[in-house]
């Protein structure tokens, strides 16, 4: 049972650059979403996806794209990097949220 | 908007009990949870609890709900060592598509 998984685990990026994050889920979930968690902060939802072909904006969109082609797969895209972009990334996968999500094990992400 | 509170900080002594509080403003929340992530790992869902309920007991966990104050706790009885982590409140509300958000955090401290 391999969850949700998050590649890379680690990543430096240099400011401008651009990179996808990626996130794959074997559990047949339509929700998928991504977060960011900085220190004090919390977590705070990026995109999400209620399925394949569908996203929606969450509370700090800017500077990142999504797309969800498969219900597997859910990547995010920085598309210049910068350096307030820095932080832990983690994808969830839910199929109904009463339940709960389930996280990856996120992607550690400094850009200098 | 929703918003989810958290205290940053709290350190218990190995066998005694721990409760972690956390507040919310958003009336219409239909589900809470409780998620511990611990270091280097993603948030791992450790109880929910429906807002029509005051009360939830699963094993050393005990989830209360004070619905009139908006006010969530999640108490560990004989917390041991391996409880050490983060804590993170988080609510459902009605107004989004499985919209949850989650509290800053709490750091659980237990000495040995």
């Known amino acids: 049972n391999a969850g949700v998984t998050q590649t890379p685990k680690f990543q430096v990026l240099k400011t401008g650059q651009s990179m996808t994050l990626q996130c794959a889920q074997d559990?047949?979930?339509?929700?998928m979403s991504w977060y960011r968690q900085d220190p004090g902060m919390g977590l705070r939802l990026i995109h999400y996806?209620?399925?394949?072909?569908?996203?929606d904006q969450g509370e700090v969109p800017n500077g990142y794209n999504v797309s969800r082609s498969t219900t597997e797969d859910f990547p995010l895209r920085l598309l210049s990097a910068a350096p307030s972009q820095t932080s832990v990334y983690f994808c969830?996968?839910?199929?109904?949220?009463?339940?709960?999500?389930?996280f990856g094990s996120g992607t550690r992400l400094t850009v200098v | 908007g929703e918003d989810v509170e958290q205290s940053l900080f709290l350190s218990v002594r190995e066998g005694d009990s721990s409760v972690i509080n956390c507040t919310y403003t958003?009336?219409?929340?239909?589900?809470l949870y409780w998620y511990k992530q611990e270091p280097g790992a993603g948030l791992q869902l450790l109880t929910y609890?429906?807002?029509?309920?005051d009360m939830k007991q699963d094993q050393r966990l005990t989830v209360l709900l004070n619905k009139k104050d908006k006010h969530l706790s999640l108490r560990i009885a004989d917390t041991q060592t391996g409880d050490s982590a983060i804590y993170f409140c988080?609510?459902?509300?009605?107004?989004?598509?499985?919209?949850?958000?989650f509290g800053t955090g709490t750091k659980l401290q237990v000495i040995p």
């Open positions: 969830a996968s839910g199929e109904g949220t009463n339940y709960g999500y389930t």
């Open positions: 988080a609510e459902r509300y009605s107004g989004g598509y499985q919209k949850v958000t």
């Open positions: 559990m047949n979930h339509e929700y």
């Open positions: 996806s209620v399925g394949a072909g569908i996203t």
């Open positions: 958003d009336s219409s929340s239909t589900y």
């Open positions: 609890i429906f807002s029509n309920m």
